[in-house]
């Protein structure tokens, strides 16, 4: 996503940085070094949620993003929802 593949090696430490303060706030502090396959189904919501956030887009269109989670996964992920918003 354009400019941030242009600035991603000199600024590689931060994108990292970023990354990880956002798998911190949905919960997935730790889990940096993890492959998809390695993460349960609620962790990968989690994570494609980040991957949605780190360029910290001006829209971000959801269709039913957390319908697949059970009830406390999906209150608490909201929650994070309104907490960057």
Do not use: N
Not at 14 to 38: I, M, S
Not at 39 to 61: D, F, K, T, V, Y
């Amino acid at each position: 996503v354009e400019p941030h593949r242009r600035k991603l090696r000199s600024e590689r430490g931060q994108y990292e940085a970023r990354a990880r303060d956002l798998l911190k706030l949905v919960g997935l502090d730790g889990f940096d070094q993890k492959f998809p396959w390695q993460l349960s189904g609620g962790m990968q919501q989690r994570a494609s949620l980040c991957r949605a956030l780190i360029h910290e887009p001006a829209l971000l269109m959801l269709d039913e993003p957390f319908a697949a989670l059970d009830v406390f996964t999906r209150e608490d992920l909201w929650s994070v929802m309104q907490e960057v918003w």
